[in-house]
């Protein structure tokens, strides 16, 4: 069955610290993956995305994302944190199907907690 | 500014009440989507749309109902089928190319 998995429901870590969120995909197609971004009672906004290229994504607020093929994973990274990223955050995949409806399965979520 | 909006931000439901909440979008986006969020379990899909005057069931449809009457409008009506409506609501169009989904900034429905 196809899945998206975050081991992780909870990480802290202190400020200018490195953190790793983990993402796992279970297919054995090509996918497109995400990352989803959720501040405190708001919508989601996208990160990051790949679809296809380089398997190094970055955003625009220093985080980035690499996609590993064999080992079906999209983890996101970011070698020094700040107290505004404190958030929930969530992988998503596209897996492939038929009939022209790509559905997009989305991971529990991981809360980043950032000590000051 | 193009975007999502959703009303009401918090939403009450009386117990038998069927509540209907509000989603409309100018990304003149053909696709919509309806999520249920709850703590720890991630987003769920209700309903999606590819286009007007089609809409498809999601994973846990029971209990809504939607329309699509027109491209930039997905309102979602929870019925008092729905047992257990208390969750954060999200809803969602996607860029014509397929692949981002946009999110508007969500409605709290809290039960009576």
């Known amino acids: 069955a196809q899945s998206v998995t975050q081991l992780d429901s909870q990480v802290p870590v202190f400020e200018e610290a490195p953190v790793e969120l983990r993402c796992n995909y279970s297919?054995?197609?090509?996918?497109?993956l995400f990352w989803y971004v959720q501040y405190p009672n708001q919508g989601l906004q996208l990160l990051l995305k790949?679809?296809?290229?380089?398997?190094l994504v970055e955003s625009i607020n220093g985080f980035e994302a690499e996609f590993n093929k064999s080992q079906t994973s999209f983890h996101l990274r970011k070698p020094s944190v700040h107290i505004s990223d404190t958030a929930e955050y969530f992988c998503?995949?596209?897996?492939?199907?038929?009939?022209?409806?790509?559905?997009?399965?989305f991971g529990t979520g991981t809360k980043l907690q950032v000590i000051p | 500014d193009g975007g999502i909006t959703q009303s009401p931000k918090y939403l009450f439901r009386k117990e038998g009440q069927n509540v209907t909440l509000s989603c409309e979008q100018n990304?003149?986006?053909?696709?919509m989507y309806w999520y249920r969020q709850d703590p720890g379990q991630g987003l769920r899909l209700i309903y999606y749309?590819?286009?007007?005057?089609?809409?498809q069931k999601g994973d846990i449809a029971e209990g809504y109902s939607v329309s699509r009457e027109k491209k930039e409008s997905f309102p979602l009506t929870v019925t008092s089928a729905q047992k257990n409506p208390t969750a954060f609501y999200l809803c969602?169009?996607?860029?014509?190319?397929?692949?981002?989904?946009?999110f508007g900034p969500g409605t709290r429905l809290l039960v009576l």
């Open positions: 969602a169009s996607r860029t014509p190319q397929g692949e981002t989904q946009y």
């Open positions: 297919s054995s197609v090509s996918v497109y």
């Open positions: 790949y679809l296809s290229g380089s398997t």
């Open positions: 998503a995949v596209i897996f492939p199907s038929s009939g022209g409806y790509q559905k997009v399965t």
């Open positions: 990304l003149n986006h053909d696709a």
């Open positions: 749309s590819q286009i007007v005057n089609d809409f």
